[in-house]
């Protein structure tokens, strides 16, 4: 069942492997089906290499599997979360890429330093705060979900213009209109990381891009008035 969003998850993993931001067994991605409230998501601890379309596993919004053939991602409950949260995305992405990594390991976002991060998003990519030691013993990988969409609504941020975070001392989840578009985002966050890993060490006293110049590169590929790209 599920046999084509099945093969786009798992297409998005092997992205994962391709980017570079997913060694050894450093990542997941996932897809949703709202109309049937079914989620694919990678099977737990399977190596890359060792992947094949049909292992994708699928389960409910309940997080249990739907198949008895693998277990799912740890972080299964995370994506659910997401899911739950931010109604338009249709992918989620889980990794441990160098240097966005770097920043969340440090507890700093990474600010709109230039026209290449205002290409991909409306801001800084935002850290979340620690997760508390209630919140990791009692449902860490749920509470991981919570916290991240926590974040976006009391700072009212907009997860499509965003589309991806940094949680405090763990790593990245970023996310978008498929599951290949979630890998692609995910990836395009590790490039602006250390994009501003780089200028940071070259400048640390540098200013983040003038709103201005962040809109007009933002909203020409993204806004009601797009003109980025070819016509549709």
Not at 91 to 107: D, I, L, N
Not at 163 to 169: F, I, R, W
Not at 215 to 231: C, E, P, T, W
Request: charged content about 20%; hydrophobic content about 40%; glycine content about 8%.
């Amino acid at each position: 069942m599920f046999d084509a969003l099945k093969k786009e998850v798992y297409k998005a993993n092997m992205l994962l492997l391709e980017y570079g931001l997913a060694p050894f067994t450093w990542g997941n991605a996932s897809g949703v089906d709202r109309e049937c409230g079914v989620i694919i998501i990678k099977p737990s601890g399977v190596p890359y290499p060792e992947l094949t379309w049909e292992m994708m596993v699928p389960v409910g919004f309940d997080g249990k599997p739907l198949e008895n053939n693998y277990n799912p991602s740890s972080d299964t409950l995370t994506h659910i979360e997401l899911y739950k949260a931010f109604p338009d995305i249709a992918g989620v992405v889980h990794t441990h890429s160098k240097f966005a990594t770097a920043f969340a390991q440090a507890g700093q976002a990474i600010p709109p330093l230039g026209t290449t991060h205002a290409d991909f998003a409306y801001g800084a990519i935002p850290c979340t705060r620690c997760l508390t030691e209630d919140e990791i013993n009692a449902a860490y990988e749920k509470n991981t979900g919570v916290v991240i969409t926590e974040h976006f609504r009391e700072n009212a941020i907009d997860p499509n213009a965003i589309p991806g975070v940094l949680v405090h001392s763990h790593g990245v989840f970023a996310w978008g209109a498929s599951p290949v578009k979630a890998t692609v985002n995910a990836a395009t966050l590790e490039i602006t990381a250390e994009m501003a890993l780089h200028t940071l060490t070259l400048n640390p006293g540098v200013d983040a891009i003038d709103q201005f110049l962040l809109d007009k590169h933002y909203l020409r590929k993204h806004g009601a008035n797009a003109y980025y790209g070819q016509k549709k």
